[in-house]
C-alpha cells in the first residue's frame, strides 16, 4: 500500500511539471524581464522619456494572468494602484501617463486624465484573477473599477445608446462624441454584463458600434457618433486606420464560436484579409476609400494572426506567412507595443488563452 501512495505521488508531481512546464511562456518572461521594473512599473523604452501608461500596466497584469505568474501580478497591481491612482483602484480612476517631468525634474504624473481602454481591461482581469486563483479581494476592487468607469466613462449617445468613452474629460462635444473603437474587445463588456446595468447594454451596443463604424468593412481608428449624421469620420483623425485600429482585427479573430454577432463581425471585416491578400500587412488603411499604405510591423502580423486563423480555412496560408515572419523577426526587447500585440496574438495562436462566449478568460493552466 505505501508503495503504491508513494508511486501515486511520485506520478501527481511528475504531472504537475510537465504541465508547468507546458505552459511556460518565454515570450512573457522576455516582456517581463526587459520592460517590467522590479517594483512593478512597464517602462516604454522607446519613448526617450521611459513613461509608463494605465494601458501598458493592464495589458501587463492580463499577461501575467494568463502566465499564473501571481508574484509579477501583485507587483503591477501595487505599483498601478500607487502610483495612478492615489492607492485605490476602486475610488479614482487611473492616471493614462507617468513618467519625468523635465521642467520640475520630477517623476510623476504627467497627465491625470483617464484612458477607458486600460481601464477596461484592468477591471475585467482584476475580475478574472478573483475567480481564477480564488482571491476575493481582486473581485471585489475589479467590482469598484467597474462601478467607476461606469459613473464616470460611460455616456448614452441620444439616438444610439450606451458607450464607452476613450476617458473621463475631453470626447465630448457641442452634441457629438469621439469614440475609439480599438478601445472596445467585444469579450470585456460581455463579461462585465454579471455585474448588472449599464454593462448589458454596453455589450450589445459594441458590435453595434464597430460594424457602423466602419462602413467598408475597414476599423478606423477614431469615429464620431452625431444624432443627426450617425457614425462619421472622426473631425481631428480623419478616416484613417492604423496603430489603433490594427486591434480592432485582434479582438474579433479571438471571440469564442457562439459569441453575440461573431460571424456577422468576421464577415463585415472580411475586406482586410483581401487587403492583406493583395498588399501583404499594411501599416496604414483608410476606412472609407480602402487605400492601403505602408507595411506594417511584425506586431500587426501577429495581431492579425487570429483574425486571419478565425476567418475561414482559405486564411491558412496567409496566417501560416505570418507566422514565418513572427518567428524569423520578433520584436526587439525595447518595442513595447510591437511585444504588446505578439503577446496578444501569439499567446492566442499558441493556445495560451482563450475567451469563452460569456467573456470568460480561459487560460492554458486552467483549461480542460
Not at 35 to 54: F, M, N, Q, Y
Not at 243 to 271: C, E, K, N, S
Request: proline content about 7%; glycine content about 8%.
Amino acid at each position: 500500500m505505501l508503495l503504491r501512495t508513494g508511486l501515486a505521488l511520485v506520478l501527481v508531481l511528475i504531472a504537475e511539471v510537465a504541465v508547468a512546464a507546458d505552459v511556460r511562456w518565454p515570450a512573457w518572461a522576455r516582456f517581463r524581464d526587459t520592460l517590467v521594473s522590479d517594483d512593478g512599473r512597464v517602462i516604454d523604452r522607446a519613448d526617450p522619456r521611459h513613461i509608463t501608461t494605465s494601458e501598458g500596466q493592464s495589458y501587463a497584469l492580463f499577461f501575467a494572468l494568463v502566465a499564473d505568474d501571481r508574484d509579477t501580478f501583485q507587483r503591477l497591481l501595487d505599483w498601478t494602484q500607487n502610483n495612478l491612482a492615489k492607492g485605490d483602484l476602486g475610488a479614482i480612476l487611473p492616471a493614462w501617463l507617468w513618467g519625468h517631468d523635465d521642467a520640475n525634474d520630477r517623476w510623476g504624473v504627467l497627465d491625470a486624465n483617464s484612458a477607458a481602454d486600460a481601464d477596461l481591461w484592468l477591471a475585467y482581469t482584476l475580475l478574472e484573477a478573483g475567480r481564477l486563483w480564488q482571491r476575493r479581494d481582486y473581485r471585489v476592487l475589479g467590482t469598484r473599477l467597474a462601478a467607476r468607469i461606469a459613473s464616470e466613462e460611460l455616456a448614452e449617445l441620444p439616438g444610439f445608446g450606451w458607450m464607452l468613452l476613450p476617458g473621463r474629460e475631453g470626447f465630448v462635444g457641442d452634441g457629438s462624441w469621439r469614440i475609439n473603437p480599438s478601445y472596445l474587445p467585444p469579450q470585456l463588456p460581455t463579461r462585465l454584463s454579471m455585474l448588472g446595468a449599464p454593462w448589458p447594454a454596453v455589450a450589445a451596443n459594441v458590435p453595434r458600434l464597430l460594424i457602423d463604424s466602419a462602413p467598408q468593412g475597414l476599423a478606423p481608428d477614431w469615429t464620431q457618433w452625431t444624432p443627426a449624421d450617425g457614425w462619421q469620420a472622426d473631425p481631428e483623425n480623419g478616416s484613417q486606420g492604423d496603430y489603433d485600429a490594427i486591434r480592432v482585427y485582434l479582438w474579433l479573430g479571438m471571440l469564442a464560436d457562439g459569441a453575440d454577432q461573431r460571424q456577422a463581425l468576421l464577415t463585415h471585416f472580411a475586406p482586410m484579409r483581401e487587403i492583406v491578400r493583395r498588399h501583404g500587412v499594411p501599416e496604414r488603411v483608410d476606412a472609407l476609400n480602402g487605400e492601403a499604405s505602408g507595411h506594417g510591423n511584425v506586431g500587426f502580423s501577429a495581431a492579425l494572426l487570429p483574425f486571419l486563423v478565425a476567418s475561414s480555412d482559405a486564411d491558412a496560408p496567409l496566417a501560416e506567412e505570418q507566422r514565418r515572419r513572427l518567428a524569423a523577426d520578433p520584436p526587439v526587447d525595447d518595442a513595447y507595443y510591437s511585444q504588446v500585440l505578439t503577446l496578444f496574438g501569439r499567446g492566442w495562436d499558441e493556445g495560451r488563452y482563450r475567451f469563452a462566449a460569456d467573456g470568460r478568460l480561459q487560460p492554458a493552466w486552467r483549461a480542460p
